[in-house]
């Protein structure tokens, strides 16, 4: 009759997780957070726009395209790719090109591909092979939906340059001016093109900017990501993997609730599913990088409601309909 003892041992050992996993992804997250806030800030000071419309073609898929091919080569987590994302989108390429980099970059890149490889080493599923390939394939598929349901939308402009100084020809008077017998006085040199160290100041205090007011929201993320995972308990997730629609389902709901980090979700993803349900694990896999409870609160910074929770059912529909189809083709998925 006296349930306090155990009442007591479940609250220390739910606290002792909340404690442990708050922690872990603290350290995890926040590094990957700044050094994309930092990488953000140097393609927002020192590169122009001009670039990276050169990098992007003006067709929306191949520039999809390139930015799945870029994602693959930056070795930042999801809490990084957000603030970089928002950079690109802002710069003024398409939505859909920020959206197929902002979900391939922390699915593919290479950490990703070691840790999953390592995770599942000796296992009868090459999931790391899966999780790049039929990763990127979602990655591409939310990449034309946004593009599908963007288009005819105004992109947000690039911010504003200063105006660069044109000489006045011969007699003419300046606007706003009215007849002066000085000429007009030429701009310095460093008005006109701010020195190294004045970029690179800008770069710190964009840095620092960016940092702090996204920090707040990710610890908040990261703070409910840990809740749920202490008071769930693992044996919810995985005593119905024998069916392979349920089985997608709960990979899923476990993705966004329970993913920690994109280059630890691969161990997280062995432990709860492997060897029972690989199309579980494929979905986790996929989805807890693109999507998570964590990311979520990030991307409401600076993604209305509505559209955010638009953005994460196609995230969730199109990684389990991949699954699926993957687990229907692949014979070591079924």
């Keep these: 009759m006296n349930h306090a003892p155990s009442l007591f041992a479940w609250l220390y ?5 909340f404690e442990t996993t708050l922690t872990g992804l603290a350290f995890e997250t926040i590094p990957f957070l700044l050094l994309g806030t930092l990488v953000s800030s140097i393609i927002h000071v020192f590169v122009p726009d001009t670039v990276l419309r050169r990098i992007f073609p003006r067709n929306r898929i191949l520039s999809i395209l390139v930015a799945l091919v870029a994602g693959v080569f930056v070795p930042i987590c999801e809490c990084g790719t957000v603030p970089l994302a928002k950079r690109l989108h802002e710069k003024g390429l398409p939505l859909s090109t920020a959206a ?14 070691v840790s999953t490889y390592f995770a599942f080493e000796g296992g009868p599923v090459p999931m790391f092979l899966y999780r790049a390939g039929f990763g ?4 591409f598929i939310i990449a034309l939906i946004v593009e599908a349901l963007s288009r005819g939308k105004k992109v947000a402009a690039a911010p504003e340059e200063r105006p660069r100084f044109r000489p006045l020809a011969a007699g003419a008077v300046p606007p706003g001016r009215g007849p002066s017998l000085q000429p007009p006085r030429m701009p310095s040199v460093s008005a006109r093109r701010p020195d190294l160290f004045s970029r690179l100041a800008a ?11 996204s920090a707040r929201f990710l610890i908040a993320g990261i703070s409910a990501a840990a809740l749920v995972r202490a008071l769930l308990p693992a044996g919810a997730i995985t005593g119905s993997l024998r069916l392979r629609l349920p089985a997608v389902g709960i990979g899923a709901l476990s993705a966004y609730t329970l993913s920690l980090c994109s280059s630890a979700d691969a161990f997280v993803a062995r432990s709860l599913f492997a060897p029972l349900s690989y199309p579980a694990a494929l979905v986790f896999l996929m989805l807890g990088p693109m999507i998570d409870l ?25 990684c389990a309909a991949v699954a699926l189809v993957a687990s229907s083709l692949v014979r070591g998925l079924a």
């Design 203 to 213: 770069v710190l205090d964009h840095t620092s900017s960016d940092f702090l007011d």
């Design 136 to 139: 990127l394939c979602a990655a």
């Design 294 to 318: 964590k990311n979520s609160i990030l991307l409401a910074r600076f993604i209305p409601l509505r559209r955010l929770a638009v953005f994460i059912a196609i995230v969730v529909i199109v």
């Design 13 to 17: 050992t739910a606290w002792g997780v």
């Design 100 to 113: 197929a980099f902002l979900v391939a970059a922390p699915l593919a890149n290479p950490m990703t591909i």
